[in-house]
């Protein structure tokens, strides 16, 4: 199993912004769908956005608009912008690769009233 490393998290105010990254040595991570999902205490964890290996995007309709994930094939990266966060996007933030079913260990994110 592959352990993609996510950075990025830490603690905000409402309306602030984030900037979460995804990253993994390989081509495979390249070749594949990544997703976002965050769990937060007492919730189901969610899928948050997701891009395809062509770029093509999709995001859960709470983060429609402030969310926007992209990413930097030369580089293994791939983004997660956060703005106008809200203390409900409060959760642990994980990025996984489709591909190979791999999954970071997650980065905390706090947004406070």
């Known amino acids: 199993q592959v352990l993609l490393e996510e950075s990025g998290g830490g603690l905000v105010q409402a309306g602030g912004s984030l900037r979460l990254s995804c990253a993994a040595p390989g081509i495979f991570f390249r070749l594949s769908a990544v997703g976002w999902y965050r769990q937060a205490p007492g919730k189901q964890r969610e899928l948050v956005a997701r891009?395809?290996?062509?770029?093509?995007?999709s995001y859960v309709d709470s983060v429609k608009g402030r969310f926007t994930i992209s990413r930097d094939n030369a580089k293994n990266i791939v983004y997660l912008q956060m703005n106008g966060l809200k203390p409900e996007d409060t959760a642990v933030y994980y990025c996984t690769e489709e591909l190979r079913n791999s999954w970071g260990q997650g980065t905390q994110v706090t947004v406070s009233s």
């Open positions: 891009i395809s290996s062509g770029g093509s995007t």
